[in-house]
């Protein structure tokens, strides 16, 4: 059937894995600002800045539309500089039973997972969607480089 899946993607670097965390965990509200073409907006609904139990959002650009979506952080793992996030809401799940991601950095690498289900097998592999995870994460590399 091949209706699950789990893509990994991992990046080196230069600024470092843990600087890439760093980013995602205590300063999320600044990714709209260091990656302006692919995010719109990011907004906090429930708890605080990445934390367990808090619910986001997110637009941004994905092949030339905005696309919505909401995310519940399940848990962040601030040893193994890791984050893990679940869509609740938005457009990925008009194509996906679920679309789950983590966010981890480690040593000189920044590593997304992506964890899925398609509703059918006509329903294509999330690799534009990756393409946006990796075009943000170059955009952070970017910042936290020149700093």
């Keep these: 059937m091949g209706l699950k899946g789990k893509l990994i993607a991992s990046m ?7 600087s ?4 995602f965990h205590t300063s999320t509200h600044y990714v709209p ?5 692919n995010v719109v907006h990011f907004e906090i609904h429930e708890g605080e800045i990445i934390k367990p139990g808090s619910i986001v959002s997110w637009r941004y650009n994905e092949a030339g539309q905005e696309m919505y ?7 962040v793992d601030t040893h193994k500089k890791s ?5 609740i809401e938005g457009d990925l799940l008009k194509l996906y039973n679920y679309f789950n991601f983590t966010t981890s950095g480690e040593g000189q690498w920044a590593t997304w997972t992506v964890e899925y289900e398609k509703k059918t097998e006509d329903t294509p592999e999330p690799l534009v969607h990756l393409g946006v995870i990796l075009a943000i994460t170059k955009d952070i590399e970017g910042h936290l480089v020149k700093k």
Excluded: H, R, V, Y
Aim: aromatic share 10%; glycine share 8%; charged share 30%.
């Design 12 to 18: 080196e670097m230069k600024c470092g894995g843990d």
């Design 20 to 23: 890439f965390f760093d980013t």
């Design 33 to 37: 600002n260091l990656s302006p073409t």
């Design 69 to 75: 979506m909401k995310q519940l952080i399940e848990s």
């Design 83 to 87: 984050i893990k996030w679940k869509a």
